[in-house]
């Protein structure tokens, strides 16, 4: 089984929510740092948000738009979007960072949120 696998992508219409799930298997996702990441086309792959040791982190342009949160005895790492834009259309990928150079880090395989009406 895959380390991480989202899912939850779709098409929403300008103004509405999401919520993208990534499943963590074979690592505890309370020792690691976890990010979402996206990539539109034609564009590099940017940060969007992390969760690290409780506290969370988010790009200014998701900032009181998009939410990362975790659930524990799920091993589950969510990211709750609302107020979309249609420049948040995008592939999303969950990422786990290594705790140090013995460690390895994971990507999922990514999850295709298209904002449009």
């Known amino acids: 089984q895959a380390p991480l696998v989202e899912s939850g992508g779709g098409l929403v219409q300008p103004g509405g929510s999401l919520t993208l799930s990534c499943a963590a298997s074979?690592?505890?996702?309370?020792?690691?740092?976890m990010d979402w990441y996206r990539q539109a086309p034609g564009k590099q792959r940017e940060l969007v948000a992390t969760?690290?040791?409780?506290?969370?982190n988010y790009a200014d342009f998701v900032k009181d738009r998009f939410t990362i949160y975790r659930d524990n005895a799920k091993n589950t790492v969510y990211l709750q979007m609302n107020s979309l834009k249609s420049e948040d259309t995008a592939v999303y990928y969950c990422?786990?960072?290594?705790?140090?150079?013995?460690?390895?880090?994971?990507w999922g395989q990514g999850t295709q949120v298209t904002v449009s009406s």
């Open positions: 969760f690290a040791r409780g506290s969370t």
């Open positions: 074979g690592f505890a996702v309370t020792i690691y740092t």
């Open positions: 990422h786990k960072n290594k705790l140090g150079p013995w460690d390895k880090e994971y």
